[in-house]
Nanobody
Framework: VQLQASGGGLVQTGGSLRLSCAASGSIFSINAMAWYRQAPGKQRELVARIISGGSTNYADSVKGRFTISRDNAKNTVYLQMNSLKPEDTAVYYC???????????????WGQGTQVTVSS
């Protein structure tokens, strides 16, 4: 399973960005898709997750500003980021929990990361 993320960049405080991540390869089913982020000197943290039924959860720091959505037909997850702050600056990683076949267990897969920089 390969994850290709895109949409990062440089934006001013208060601006918006939309991240996309498409999963491809041998995929039987995807349970959850998520975005994590890692700022310099900090641990990777969960930003938002969406499961196959559509339920979502968010880090407290992004609630009300970020929205995660998913296109199951395209195996793609999106992260709409509004009202961006300098503390949102990080490398954002796409993650999915997927099974490659009906008989296989689910595993976590990661994208390559996309840089988001918010200037003050």
């Amino acid at each position: 399973v390969q994850l290709q993320a895109s949409g990062g960049g440089l934006v001013q405080t208060g601006g918006s960005l939309r991240l996309s991540c498409a999963a491809s390869g041998s995929i039987f089913s995807i349970n959850a898709m998520a975005w994590y982020r890692q700022a310099p000197g900090k641990q990777r943290e969960l930003v938002a997750r969406i499961i196959s039924g559509g339920s979502t959860n968010y880090a407290d720091s992004v609630k009300g500003r970020f929205t995660i959505s998913r296109d199951n037909a395209k195996n793609t997850v999106y992260l709409q980021m509004n009202s961006l702050k300098p503390e949102d600056t990080a490398v954002y990683y796409c993650n999915c929990n997927a099974a490659r076949a009906a008989w296989s267990t689910r595993n976590d897969y990661w994208g390559q990361g996309t840089q988001v920089t918010v200037s003050s």
